[in-house]
Each structure stands twice: as C-alpha cells, then as structure tokens.
C-alpha cells in the first residue's frame, strides 16, 4: 500500500536552489533552477537530497549506538542503500519525490509592500499534484475539486477580457488596491494593472496548510507571470577580496538569483512498503558495531523498537516531524532557510 502527502516549501530566508554557473554573458552568473517553461523549481533531485541529509545528520550525532544503527536503518529503509556502495543493487528508495513548483511569489505593491502573485499556470501545477496526491488520500479530493473550480473561473475571467487580459489583475481584497480617477489599480513590480476584486480568491488558503502569511493575492494571466515572477526574483551581488591589499581577487565578483522570502512551493511525496524488510537492513547495519551476531541481533531489535513502524505510513510520519530544513546553500550567509509544512 502507498501513500502520498503534499510538501510545501516555505522560504523564510532568500533561497538559492543552484543550477550552476551560466555561460559567459548570460544575466546572472549563478541562477536559480527553471523547470521547462522558465519559472522557478526545485528539482526533486535537490529536494530528495536534503531530505535524506537532514536524517542522515541525526545517525551521525547520535548519543547511542542504538539511536545509530535506528536513524541508518530509517535512512536506508526509505532512501535506498547510499549511493555507489556496494549496497546500491540491493534494493531501491520507498519514497518519491516530485519537483518542488512555484504556487505564489512576492511581488512588490504600491499598496500595502507586497502582496503574492500567482497565475492559473501556477495554479495548474497544484491542481496537477492534488489529483495525484487524492488517489492516495480520498479526503484531498475536496481540495482538487476546489482549485479545480479556481483555476476555471480564473481562466473565463481573462478569456472575457480578450486582448485587454494581460493588464488586468484579478485580487482577492483591496489591501494592495489604489485609485487612478474612478479606476482601481494594482502596481506589481512596478507595473500598473486594472484590478478587479473577486473574494472568491480568498479561498485557496482553505485549500493550504497553516503557516504561511495570508496576504492579499493577485492573480494575472500566464503572459503577465513569467515577466512579474522574474522581477520577484532577488538578485545580490557577492564580492571576494583579498584581506592584504583590499582588491577583489581574480574571479571574486559574481551575482547570485534568489527566490525571495515567504515564496511558497509545492512537491508531493509518495512511500511505498520498503523494497528490504527493516529488520534485515537493521541487522546489517548493526553487524557493523558489533562483531558478535547475538549482540548485534539484539541491538538491531532495540533499534528498531525504538524507531516504531517502518511501513510506508510510517515513513511518511517521521518525514512529517521535519519543520524546517536549509535548502540550497549559502547557510554561513544566512541564505536557504525555508518550512516545511506538511499536508495530507
């Protein structure tokens, strides 16, 4: 049996998801991740990666041998042997992770300083991922049914507008609404947009977890998006000097891309039964701290008792007690902070 919850990344520090250096010429020297249609993603490689470090880290500061060899166990039994062991063909990983896709941005407003910005391609993306995630989770059907319903209206609302749609933003209160004359406007990343206020937008936090800052939102058509999340997207110049002469060292200036803060994202996660049976994996990591089998057989057993159920609902369980992890990199510079919240 299989079961899946959602996973929302919450950045609470400017994060950098790296996709390495870009070619000479290119904007930024060290860009975020892009999925195929140019906005922000955190590649399920990434986000796996740190999921796995984060439990790795808990075998390595272990007080006991038994909290060791439990944490290796969890470790092995959910992601797979380590790759390149010698291990790696015995069996696979019991999870799935998928990308992480961009669901709301900050944008900048003239109104109230920032308001999140979505567009029903972004929308699309969580409609896709709740149809999934419902197949495991019946009681998520009521969320897929809502943004479903969402993302239609949305997009009836800009296909009436015809060739005026690409100025027009669709916001769910007047927080970050102004007057031009009689016109009510909404300037987003220094862009001015005709708002029209439509409360029903206020429900996508009922189809969210708590934790994030409920703001007003705006919706604006694909067009409009791509342009907009890219000015949302933090850009800091990074400098190496040389401490004896005070001079920038060869190679020592660059830029680097950030999501900004408070972006929320969106993954799904789905555990399947262990492809290996705990108490195997358990035995064979204890064997490595003890050399007398019955020894090793009851260390393995104490392990095990204390990590309780490793089935897949069990997994997801121990995934679920993560709160926050650093995601990206530049953690000495205060960079790649997020919240992980949990939903199924």
Same mark, same amino acid.
């Given at each position: 049996?299989?079961?899946?919850?959602?996973?929302?990344?919450?950045?609470?520090? #400017?994060?950098?998801?790296?996709?390495?250096?870009?070619?000479?010429?290119? =904007?930024?020297?060290?860009?975020?991740?892009?999925?195929?249609?140019?906005?922000?993603?955190?590649?399920?490689?990434?986000?796996?990666?740190?999921?796995?470090?984060?439990?790795?880290?808990?075998?390595?500061?272990?007080?006991?041998?038994?909290?060791?060899?439990?944490?290796?166990?969890?470790?092995?039994?959910?992601?797979?042997?380590? =790759?390149?062991?010698?291990?790696?063909?015995?069996?696979?990983?019991?999870?799935?992770?998928?990308?992480?896709?961009?669901?709301?941005?900050?944008?900048?407003?003239?109104?109230?300083?920032?308001?999140?910005?979505?567009?029903?391609?972004?929308?699309?993306?969580?409609?896709?991922?709740?149809?999934?995630?419902?197949?495991?989770? #019946?009681?998520? +059907?009521?969320?897929?049914?809502?943004?479903? !319903?969402?993302?239609?209206?949305?997009?009836?609302?800009?296909?009436?507008?015809?060739?005026?749609?690409?100025?027009?933003?669709?916001?769910?209160?007047?927080?970050?609404?102004? *007057?031009?004359?009689?016109?009510?406007?909404?300037?987003?990343?220094?862009?001015?947009?005709?708002?029209?206020? *439509?409360?029903?937008?206020?429900?996508?936090?009922?189809?969210?977890?708590?934790?994030?800052?409920?703001?007003?939102?705006?919706?604006?058509?694909?067009?409009?998006?791509?342009?907009?999340?890219?000015?949302?997207?933090?850009?800091?110049?990074?400098?190496?000097?040389?401490?004896?002469? +005070?001079?920038?060292?060869?190679?020592?200036?660059?830029?680097?891309?950030?999501?900004?803060?408070?972006?929320?994202?969106?993954?799904?996660?789905?555990?399947?039964?262990?492809?290996?049976?705990?108490?195997?994996?358990?035995?064979?990591?204890?064997?490595?701290?003890?050399?007398?089998?019955?020894?090793?057989?009851?260390?393995?057993? !104490?392990?095990?008792?204390?990590?309780?159920?490793?089935?897949?609902?069990?997994?997801?369980?121990?995934?679920?007690?993560?709160?926050?992890?650093?995601?990206?990199? +530049?953690?000495?510079?205060?960079?790649?902070?997020?919240?992980?919240?949990?939903?199924?």
């Amino acid at each position: 049996m299989s079961v899946a919850k959602l996973l929302f990344v919450y950045t609470l520090t #400017p994060l950098h998801p790296g996709a390495g250096r870009t070619v000479a010429g290119g =904007p930024v020297d060290l860009p975020i991740q892009r999925d195929e249609f140019g906005f922000p993603v955190i590649w399920s490689s990434s986000l796996k990666g740190v999921l796995r470090s984060n439990f790795t880290l808990k075998a390595k500061n272990a007080q006991s041998e038994e909290e060791q060899v439990a944490w290796e166990t969890f470790v092995r039994a959910a992601f797979g042997p380590e =790759p390149a062991s010698p291990e790696v063909s015995e069996h696979s990983s019991a999870i799935s992770v998928l990308d992480a896709r961009l669901l709301v941005i900050p944008a900048r407003s003239l109104k109230g300083v920032w308001c999140y910005l979505t567009s029903p391609h972004l929308l699309s993306y969580y409609r896709a991922y709740l149809e999934i995630a419902s197949e495991y989770a #019946p009681q998520l +059907k009521r969320n897929f049914e809502g943004i479903n !319903k969402l993302e239609e209206t949305v997009k009836k609302v800009f296909e009436s507008k015809g060739a005026d749609a690409d100025r027009i933003a669709l916001v769910s209160d007047e927080r970050c609404v102004i *007057r031009s004359g009689q016109r009510p406007v909404v300037v987003l990343n220094e862009e001015e947009f005709t708002a029209e206020v *439509r409360s029903e937008l206020v429900g996508i936090w009922n189809l969210l977890p708590a934790g994030t800052e409920q703001r007003s939102i705006a919706v604006v058509t694909d067009n409009a998006a791509e342009r907009l999340v890219r000015k949302s997207l933090v850009i800091q110049p990074r400098i190496r000097l040389n401490y004896e002469k +005070k001079t920038v060292v060869s190679g020592g200036l660059w830029d680097e891309e950030h999501l900004p803060q408070r972006t929320l994202m969106v993954s799904l996660v789905v555990a399947k039964q262990p492809r290996q049976s705990p108490e195997n994996i358990a035995e064979k990591v204890a064997r490595g701290l003890k050399k007398n089998e019955v020894e090793a057989k009851e260390l393995a057993g !104490k392990a095990l008792k204390s990590l309780g159920n490793l089935d897949a609902a069990g997994i997801l369980d121990r995934f679920s007690e993560l709160g926050f992890v650093v995601l990206g990199g +530049k953690e000495t510079v205060g960079k790649g902070i997020a919240k992980l919240l949990w939903y199924a």
